[in-house]
């Protein structure tokens, strides 16, 4: 009897997360999440409730990205199509948040432009530079986890 098998997509797992490119992804993210994080921690602007997204956002994303790419390095995915779904799904919504997060940090720094304290002023405008840089990293893993979890 002949086989019959297509060949799957597969998800990495160990240091492969560390040599597949959506994957590699993972420590980009982190790194310029945790500096939007630490830069909007160091300003005071009002108002507070923008701050507060943008700093859920961070903080949020930050925390389930480490998780998710400790759960990739473990295995714990087990090779399933269903974790290449909730994926794309996760990268989707951190994309979403963090889109939304950026924008909002960016009328509230466009706000302060006229602040006296130009040195708060240019920390606002890397966390918009850097919430930027992350959503796009955030959108290009979302691009590529489509792309897998469509070759399953």
Known sequence: ???NTATLGSLPSGVGICTTFPDLLYFPELLFGVLVWILVACTYVMPQNPQGWVMFVSVFCFVLTFIWMCVFACG???NKSSWAAADFIYHFI???FY???SVALAIVTLGVRTNPKFQVYQLDISAVVFSYVTTLLYFIHTILSAFRWKSF
């Open 1 to 3: 009897m002949a086989s």
């Open 94 to 96: 951190a994309t979403v």
């Open 76 to 78: 714990g995915h087990h």
């Open 99 to 101: 889109l939304s997060a």
